[in-house]
């Protein structure tokens, strides 16, 4: 298989993974790394949001209101510096995360997936040594 294909496949896998997740837990992998962010305790702030789940400050900004909404999230105004916004986990984002913590999340097979994709991409290489191993 040639390695933009793979790379697509890989994409593929993801995509249904998240789906699945998505399904599953009512919320998206993005929200679910939202609320990991939060599950030590404390309030962050969006950029401390955004360096942990890894988007970009406006993604990050609809992520936090879609979780906001379904009550697992709470924003407060820092006391400090009332121009910055803290963000907490309710008892409800608390328990979402204890619910996921408990629950076979589906990794085994994903990563399956994916490296049945890395020892594909090996295998030829394998073969070519093999090949110059019989041609001087």
Do not use: W
């Not at 679910?32 to 950029?47: H, V």
Request: one cysteine or more; aromatic letters at 8%; glycine letters at 6%.
């Amino acid at each position: 298989m040639e390695p933009i294909c793979r790379i697509k496949e890989i994409y593929k896998a993801l995509y249904q993974f998240e789906k699945a997740f998505s399904e599953r837990h009512g919320i998206t992998i993005n929200e679910a790394m939202l609320l990991c962010c939060l599950k030590q305790g404390g309030a962050r702030t969006a950029g401390t949001l955004c360096d942990f789940v890894g988007l970009s400050g406006p993604r990050v900004s609809k992520v936090i209101t879609t979780v906001e909404r379904k009550g697992y999230l709470h924003r407060t105004i820092s006391p400090q510096d009332r121009r910055q916004m803290l963000f907490s986990l309710t008892e409800l984002g608390a328990e979402k995360i204890r619910q996921m913590q408990h629950e076979t999340l589906g990794f085994d097979e994903l990563f399956a997936q994916l490296k049945a994709f890395v020892v594909t991409e090996q295998e030829p290489e394998s073969e070519n040594q093999s090949h110059n191993h019989t041609n001087p």
